[in-house]
Nanobody
Framework: QVQLVESGGDLVQPGGSLRLSCAASGSIFSISAMGWYRQAPGKQRELVASIASGGSTNYADAVEGRFTVSRDNAENTVYLQMNNLKPEDTAVYYC?????????????????WGQGTQVTVSS
């Protein structure tokens, strides 16, 4: 069984910083693209940032210059460093990844979501 587990969400004041982590576990032999999404109350889930297996990144306009996505392939982990946080960044943050893994001797691929971690930006 494979899964993604996020951590790092918290309550922070405007202008503060947080670092989210998402670790993939299971019989994984490689990970393709990884990304962070967020969903605020009453809104649709939106892409925040993504990082390809080769390291190229993509950001939503709303977070460009404030957030940085990175990955540690040896640890099967993706990070989201969030600086200069604003109240409008308040949301549940989810990680997403394409996982290549073994089931017995058989190779499988699937796109997985983490359970979400709450980020609240408020004074």
């Amino acid at each position: 069984q494979v899964q993604l587990v996020e951590s790092g969400g918290d309550l922070v004041q405007p202008g503060g910083s947080l670092r989210l982590s998402c670790a993939a576990s299971g019989s994984i032999f490689s990970i393709s693209a990884m990304g962070w999404y967020r969903q605020a109350p009453g809104k649709q889930r939106e892409l925040v940032a993504s990082i390809a297996s080769g390291g190229s990144t993509n950001y939503a306009d709303a977070v460009e210059g404030r957030f940085t996505v990175s990955r540690d392939n040896a640890e099967n982990t993706v990070y989201l460093q969030m600086n200069n946080l604003k109240p409008e960044d308040t949301a549940v943050y989810y990680c997403n990844a394409g996982l290549n893994f073994f089931v017995g001797r058989e190779r499988k691929f699937g796109v997985y979501w983490g359970q979400g971690t709450q980020v609240t930006v408020s004074s």
